[in-house]
């Protein structure tokens, strides 16, 4: 009996996804006092995790669209360091439903912990950077663009501005609550989540290459039919990491 638990035990940690450890750059962001009032949230979000996962490094520029109350802002903006750059991106739409996102960007970017960070304000529909960047990152928003508030954007001609703004070997990395498998955009505007094959679809259709997924943020007790927002599933929702590149040599 106990020699059948520890080989059911082994075959359970070869089976268990493997993370790397961190790059140093990577662990001396998460581990910077600038970022100590949101590092509570660390064990749920595994930015060390997504951050590897998106290879995002020293002198890298960045576009962290949609950055919420700025948790994955302020990492971009130590690892990049003085010799990068990280847009804060806000859509003229989303403003009008949560209108301190871009003052909280502003407050966050005259802080000078945070020198190398600026504040970009656009409409939806027209996605651009003010230069070529190696790395877009959305989490938990690229389900909104084909609702109503956003102005219906079609998910593909946003794909393309974000794979015209990139540089050759550019990474747009996305996480978002997954929806149940063939339900497409059903399930965008009314439990806030999407269908991570809809997702793939677009992304090659727009040019990208699919170039894998991370599961650090998966769970598969979520059985996708729920309000992303429901007490029983808030924070714990299955939600998918997929990473496409721009073809071409990273310069």
């Given amino acids: 009996m106990k020699r059948r638990l520890l080989l059911a035990l082994a075959a359970a940690l070869m089976a268990a996804p493997a993370f790397a450890a961190p790059e140093p750059y990577i662990a001396q962001a998460l581990a910077d006092p600038a970022r100590a009032s949101q590092a509570g949230q660390d064990a749920q979000r595994k930015p060390g995790d997504i951050l590897a996962f998106a290879g995002v490094k020293p002198g890298d520029k960045v576009v962290d669209l949609i950055p919420g109350g700025g948790y994955f802002t302020r990492l971009f903006s130590k690892i990049v360091g003085p010799k990068g750059r990280v847009y804060a991106l806000w859509p003229n739409e989303y403003l009008a439903e949560e209108r301190s996102g871009a003052d909280n960007s502003r407050k966050l970017a005259e802080d000078p912990a945070f020198p190398n960070l600026t504040v970009l304000v656009q409409p939806a529909a027209a996605f651009t950077a003010p230069e070529p960047v190696d790395l877009v990152f959305t989490s938990q928003n690229y389900h909104d663009y084909p609702d109503k508030f956003m102005g219906k ?57 699919f170039a894998g997924e991370s599961p650090a943020l998966g769970n598969p007790a979520d059985d996708h039919t729920k309000l992303v927002f429901d007490p029983a599933i808030r924070g714990h929702t299955d939600q998918f990491v997929f990473k496409f590149v721009k073809p071409g040599a990273r310069r």
Avoid: N, W
Avoid at 181 to 198: K, M, N, V
Avoid at 200 to 206: F, G, P, Q, R, V
């Fill in 153 to 209: 954007v079609d998910p593909v001609a946003f794909d393309r501005q974000v794979y015209a703004a990139l540089k050759p070997g550019g990474v747009f990395l996305i996480v978002d609550h997954a929806a149940q498998t063939g339900s497409g955009l059903r399930d965008t505007d009314t439990l806030h989540r999407i269908d991570p094959e809809i997702v793939k679809a677009e992304l090659k259709e727009a040019g990208f290459v």
